[in-house]
């Protein structure tokens, strides 16, 4: 099999949470900094538009410059992958009961790896949208910053070092998750 067709094929999740997982100790050993993402927009707005506040007067370059580098690197694989290693007519395998039960929330398109009921200009023509948007980006940047990390920082750094707010963050998140899925998604569509 050659390299581009294994890259094209979404792998399983016993070979990438391994490969995820490594990548903590790496992160660790090398660089003394913990794995985490959400921190990047303190770190982007002090390098560009610090607006004099207290808040975003600290050496951006020490602290967040090699956060902002993976960041960049997300964004830049995400492009790559998208562009060039998925096929154009890929699609994410959503279980027969779960296609269900997101057609009886209203989701009919649900083909590609964006739906576009979800992920289009007409998506976002409604006041309905925009205020999910605002409140979700909003209870997200503030429920990262009271947790003292996102989910990605704590359940993968902060879990596999060993701490317990980290073990109380993620199971705050999960169940956060399971009460937008289950009462506040119902609502909205």
């Not at 399983?12 to 660790?28: D, E, F, K, T």
């Not at 975003?56 to 956060?67: I, L, P, S, T």
């Not at 995400?78 to 562009?83: H, L, S, V």
Request: one cysteine or more.
């Amino acid at each position: 099999m050659r390299l581009m067709d294994i890259l094209r094929e979404p792998w399983p999740w016993y070979v990438a949470g391994p490969l995820i997982g490594l990548m903590v100790p790496v992160l660790l050993l090398l660089g003394g900094k913990p794995f985490g993402i959400s921190a990047n927009l303190r770190h982007l707005c002090a390098a560009t538009v610090p607006a004099g506040l207290p808040f975003f007067r600290y050496d951006w370059r020490r602290e967040g410059g090699w956060n902002l580098l993976f960041a960049l690197g997300i964004l830049i694989g995400g492009f790559i992958a998208g562009r060039w290693l998925l096929p154009d007519d890929y699609s994410v395998a959503i279980s027969a009961a779960t296609r269900g039960d997101l057609r009886a929330l209203g989701l009919h398109d649900l083909s590609g790896y964006m739906p576009a009921d979800l992920f289009s200009w007409s998506a976002l023509s409604s006041p309905r949208a925009w205020l999910t948007l605002g409140m979700g980006g909003f209870f997200v940047g503030f429920g990262a910053r009271w947790a003292g990390g996102c989910t990605s920082g704590h359940a993968i750094s902060g879990l596999a070092t060993g701490q317990l707010p980290s073990l109380i963050a993620v199971a705050g998140f999960f169940a956060g998750g399971l009460f937008m899925v289950h009462v506040i998604l119902p609502i909205l569509f």
